[in-house]
């Protein structure tokens, strides 16, 4: 994979959908949610049975 590939959201979600297990798709999703939409500053813990 190069380095600077940009990559369109579809490809992302492709990639996401295709190459992750299960639990990394929740660790994705729950750092997504601290950097851009959690205004408190607080960190969510994801539980581990996911």
């Given at each position: 994979?190069?380095?600077?590939?940009?990559?369109?959201a579809d490809e992302v979600l492709k990639i996401i959908s295709n190459k992750m297990e299960n639990g990394q798709r929740w660790l994705l999703l729950n750092?997504?949610?601290?950097?851009?939409?959690?205004?408190?500053?607080?960190?969510?813990?994801?539980e581990e049975n996911y």
């Amino acid at each position: 994979m190069e380095d600077n590939k940009k990559f369109t959201a579809d490809e992302v979600l492709k990639i996401i959908s295709n190459k992750m297990e299960n639990g990394q798709r929740w660790l994705l999703l729950n750092e997504m949610y601290d950097l851009y939409y959690n205004k408190s500053d607080k960190k969510v813990e994801l539980e581990e049975n996911y």
